[in-house]
């Protein structure tokens, strides 16, 4: 069993048993192995009609409560990986049953409107009781959208019509240019480009897959725009040992990115960037680094889109990844999804709206039940201080870890996410380990992901605490003693 | 008042009575003109955080019922445009709100999965009992994505992977390919393209767009792929008094479909046509046009891909547009999207599903709240055999706007959607005149939309009935006499 060390601050007490009294305190086995036969079976019918190749394991989220999600066999297992980073307040929050069965959320789900066109007459009240009140300082307006992918390409879409129209200072659209971008063709077509960090990832659909550069097999095949890469510190851990050189290894990438938008061929409309490169392997750089970025951006008249779909709503101590900066001033768009379930981005300058409508546009422009559960979601982090509370635990995780780190032999390395809430991560020795930890894991009862080359990340719920802490910790140090 | 074309067939009993037994016989007015000053004045506060440049009017969901909508000042509008042809049983349908309030539903709103790392255990039976019961013949498999725009680009990503798999022969991926596609290179990336038809539309993220040849305000300032299009047939109406004619267009642009193919200085991986061009002014071309795809596109190993994010559904008088053309073989992909809520595409050969996983993915791939409201949807068209309905309610709609467009001394012309249930349009003879008409038509109740340059296309719900064509043809008849 792993010797916790002695945390140096007193916690607050739990929460999560105030909306999970029936939450299981450590995981329940059913079977030998997750995925168990049933969940199997399950994954190989559902593989007749849809593409299953990636399913790790079928869930039974009727039986999932909080921290714990149920396989199909009734495994139970404690989740750090939540859907990609996405379960903000555990499974079946009680909170969020009721606001699911609101008379708001069915009149939104069976009148689903076309906001653009026929916005309900309380979307105003919807987005200041939640998305709005969450929004990051200095961001007023907001554009609704559906995913992660859909949000940075509508931020996308926005800095390009903003680019042109300053560009075009006021006249209108010319001729050429009205007939031209009928061909997908200059100048009624843009040449501008967006710029994104090596290791970034910002998403699927075409737009967004062009600044995405984590792993090949996110973008082969697929056509790509001739879209500028900048590069993405690669700090040494630990961060103490190297602080001489990691802050070169940033001023080296701030100095490339200079040097790519000086010499770049085309315009360059924004520039977008990650406060952890999750996909990529979670890697950090510091507020000295961000600052940079968004200096540089600021004096070459470039847009600074922060991508927090992975990042934001709390996880990382703060409400969004990029408070931890102090930047000088603002982003000029930041983007969410994933924990808010509601997608889209926040800006502070109505110049970032085009003057004519159904330029940014589409049918629906968001989903008003993702924004009503937003809602529901900001509401009760508030109420519960959920993100000091995650800050908190965050800690005594990240000092946990640090001793199952020491101990493991040189099999993990590189802990990372110290001061960033629970989202901590750190390198195996080989992929062979890693998916030998997961495994492992899986089969003692616990749910990670993996991430980048090398990485395992964590990513569970903001009612992750001490005591979620504690079984993690003996489960990761009984897997990799086994590996 | 009209006179209304004694109708040649007995009609079938109202059913729209079962579902709303309150929804009003005729529209109702609180105020002299719509917008009213309350739902002015909502939304010009929503304009404060949110894009409103679009709104036609605020709307009051809860108290719009079957085919009347209600604004925010409580003016209640037979909705013939049903938030651009998305509603498909009505406003506040009983049947929707009982799944809206099930326990699937529920937890589906508050588990979220990452359907394809986390399946549900029953997502297969949620898809078996919907979205694949109302799969097109000959199609068995899906998959499910987020909106009409997510269906086309996931489509289109699956024929870019197919095509590149089937030249690749099975051998691995290159070095060069590994690494090119990293900077958006070939022959990592792709440089193959997807042919669509001039006045098409495909939705608005970036891949979607570049097929998107609907309208230069949709697609100006933003980066295009260099993909060609096609010229797709301007028919001329009445089709009867035109048919050499038409043919003779039709072929003209099998024709040089066939000769941008065969010039075509890269690889076509798919083609993508919509059954009715909607955006783009609803467009119609025959059977005969639509077997010339399929026989042109299969010859030169193009896929087909039919976009259905409107017509499909039941609107058009069969579940499918593509159902009215009698194709010898199959579409390879069909997309749907809008009246399912869900979005996808359907397809019947494996190939379409890449080898590797994670290819085609993303964190939600879908969202299981809409596959369970689509079930609810599809079971509820087939218990009342709204489609049939919807053909036969179609036929005498179009009997009744023959006679209104012969009376409209010239402002209306080019009545089209014979035989095709309720997806039916016209011209206006100037723009001025359609927004007369339209305004005309708000303010005695009728809520239409526009589409092309001079278009005026109905989306009514699939419970919309000859009591409702009745109050749609006086009010229309009136509205053309003012203007």
């Keep these: 069993m792993l010797r916790i060390p002695k945390p140096s601050y007193r916690f607050v007490r739990s929460i999560s048993t105030k909306y999970f009294p029936n939450e299981p305190s450590a995981p329940v086995f059913t079977t030998s192995s997750v995925p168990g036969p049933k969940s199997k079976q399950i994954n190989q019918e ?28 009734g495994n139970k297992l404690l989740d750090v990986y939540c859907q990609i980073s996405s379960i903000p307040l555990g499974y079946n929050n009680p909170k969020l049953i009721e606001a699911a069965k609101s008379d708001e959320m069915v009149s939104a789900i069976v009148n689903r409107p076309a906001l653009a066109c026929f916005p309900q007459s309380n979307y105003k009240d919807i987005l200041e009781q939640g998305l709005l009140a969450a929004a990051p300082p200095g961001m007023t307006k907001i554009w609704t959208s559906l995913s992660g992918s859909d949000a940075n390409e509508t931020a996308y879409k926005a800095a390009f019509m903003y680019q042109h129209a300053k560009l075009r200072k006021g006249a209108d659209f010319t001729a050429e240019e009205l007939s031209s971008v009928m061909d997908n063709k200059t100048p009624g077509a843009s040449e501008m480009v967006i710029l994104s960090f090596d290791k970034g990832f910002h998403g699927r659909t075409f737009g967004a897959l062009a600044t995405t550069r984590s792993k090949a097999i996110h973008k082969l095949d697929i056509p790509a725009f001739p879209w500028p890469k900048a590069p993405f ?3 040494k851990y630990p961060l103490e040992e190297f602080a001489a050189e990691n802050r070169q290894e940033e001023q080296r990438c701030l100095d490339e990115l200079e040097n790519i938008i000086v010499n770049s061929p085309k315009q360059i409309a924004a520039a977008i960037v990650e406060p952890v490169q999750s996909e990529g392997g979670d890697n950090h750089a510091s507020s000295f680094f961000f600052q940079g970025l968004r200096d540089i951006t600021a004096k070459h008249g470039i847009l600074f889109i922060v991508d927090e779909v992975q990042t934001g709503v709390g996880a990382t101590g703060k409400f969004w990844a990029h408070e931890h900066w102090n930047l000088t001033s603002p982003p000029d ?19 970032l709206q085009p003057k004519q409508p159904f330029r940014q546009f589409n049918t629906w422009c968001g989903d008003p039940t993702k924004a009503i559960l937003a809602k529901a979601i900001y509401q009760e982090i508030k109420a519960s201080d959920l993100v000091t509370r995650t800050a908190t635990v965050g800690n005594y995780l990240y000092q946990g870890l640090q001793t199952v780190v020491s101990k493991s032999q040189g099999k993990f390395l590189n802990l990372r996410g110290e001061n960033y809430g629970t989202f901590i991560a750190w390198d195996c020795c080989s992929v062979e380990v890693r998916a030998k930890v997961l495994q492992a894991c899986k089969d003692l009862g616990l ?3 993996a991430c980048g080359d090398l990485s395992i990340r964590l990513r569970p719920t903001l009612l992750f605490e001490k005591k979620h802490a504690d079984v993690f910790l003996n489960i990761l140090e009984e897997a990799v003693g086994k590996v």
């Excluded at 593409?51 to 199909?72: C, E, H, L, M, R």
């Excluded at 768009?333 to 110049?351: C, E, H, I, P, R």
């Design 46 to 73: 559902l593989g007749e009609v849809y593409d299953n190749g990636a399913t790790y394991f079928v869930a039974d989220y009727f039986q999932s409560i909080g921290n714990y999600i149920s396989d199909a066999d």
């Design 233 to 235: 510190p690669q700090l």
């Design 333 to 351: 768009m930041v983007t969410f999804s994933k924990k808010f379930q509601a997608a889209g981005f926040y800006f502070g300058n109505g110049d």
């Design 447 to 449: 749910n990670m992901g």
